[in-house]
């Protein structure tokens, strides 16, 4: 099985970027705790968009991108307990770790400081990882996650880093019935912020720069609905309102961070899961000294959370807001995704044989 090749969506040169070509690739060597998919959907993340421009530095070429993936189990190693061949799973952009770390023994697996990117990283013996723009995947166990029955394939694709990333905040700070939640920009995080947020009983108060979105937001489920301007005048009537907010913004340039922060309860969290090209704007220690806020980030989020997150998007009937192409439209998609013209995630289908 050695020999076994994958084919992907390759782009071969950051300058051109939404130039993708056909390319084979070797797969890493096959383990007894690895499970193997045959790729029937991926999400397209703005982390690939970010990544193919080299936004985030330089990347190793040629590279399949895409790390919202699910398929079918095509093969299990001996030691794989959780998955038979013919299960549907899936892989989120985390795809190996150390395995015996603090963070892994924890269920914070996902903060591993050896931890293996889906894409464009490295495994220990040096195979670089390619992502689910592509033919198939193989992954140790603990990095792919059963599909449950009552979700779809297409509704589950993004859900294992746009969902993950912005269920993670919200479970890890107690979300629930009797908070009160800020959701920053209405994309493809946001949206899902909004579905997970409602459907953990928090109130949910979303903040749009986008005129265009709110009826959709209401339509999501939004408590309330604020057009934002970079004035942050917006922020004067919800001062110390809000437990939480997950910011989504992907662009720094003119955020009203000051205000964001003003809004929380005291010693409210302001969690950024937008990882803008350029940083994010300058603070003063009285900026967050009024409330005792805090301001930190988030990293995807655990297998455990995962699981919790499917079952809850299955119990809850969840469906995300998604446009599905097929694979071999990737450049449409990431180009589309690029000018902000997306409601609000595309999911590419398998077009390859």
Request: with cysteine; proline share 4%; aromatic share 8%.
């Amino acid at each position: 099985m050695s020999s076994v090749e994958f084919k992907g969506y390759a782009v071969t040169d950051t300058n051109k970027w939404s130039q993708f070509s056909v390319i084979d690739f070797q797969p890493k060597k096959f383990e007894d705790t690895d499970v193997e998919i045959a790729i029937t959907h991926c999400g397209v993340c703005g982390s690939d968009l970010h990544t193919i421009t080299s936004g985030w530095g330089e990347v190793p070429l040629p590279l399949v991108v895409g790390h919202e993936i699910v398929g079918k189990v095509t093969r299990v190693g001996s030691k794989v307990k959780e998955f038979k061949v013919g299960d549907r799973a899936g892989i989120g952009a985390q795809i190996g770790s150390c395995y015996s770390c603090r963070a892994c023994k924890t269920d914070n697996e996902n903060y591993c400081s050896k931890g293996v990117e889906t894409y464009a990283s490295k495994y220990p013996d040096g195979t670089l990882t390619q992502g689910g723009y592509s033919t198939a995947i193989r992954g140790n166990e603990q990095f792919v996650f059963p599909i449950p029955d009552k979700l779809e394939s297409r509704d589950a694709a993004s859900m294992l880093c746009a969902g993950l990333t912005v269920f993670s905040p919200l479970v890890r700070n107690g979300v629930g019935p009797g908070t009160k939640v800020g959701i920053v920009g209405i994309g493809g995080l946001g949206h899902y912020a909004v579905l997970f947020g409602k459907a953990l009983g928090a109130e949910v108060y979303a903040f749009t720069h986008d005129n265009r979105k709110v009826e959709d937001i209401k339509k999501m489920g939004a408590d309330q609905v604020t057009v934002t301007d970079d004035k942050g005048e917006f922020a004067n009537d919800l001062a110390q309102t809000l437990d939480l907010i997950i910011s989504t913004r992907d662009v720094a340039e003119g955020m009203p961070l000051q205000q964001y922060l003003s809004m929380l309860w005291v010693h409210g969290r302001l969690v950024t899961v937008g990882l803008p090209d350029q940083p994010l704007p300058q603070l003063s220690a009285f900026d967050l000294n009024p409330n005792g806020c805090y301001l930190g980030s988030t990293h995807i989020g655990s297998k455990k959370e995962a699981v919790q997150m499917l079952q809850l998007a299955a119990d809850k009937g969840i469906k995300p807001w998604i446009e599905e192409l097929p694979m071999k439209e990737a450049k449409q998609a990431v180009e589309r995704l690029k000018r902000n013209d997306v409601r609000y995630r595309f999911v590419l289908t398998q077009d390859l044989a």
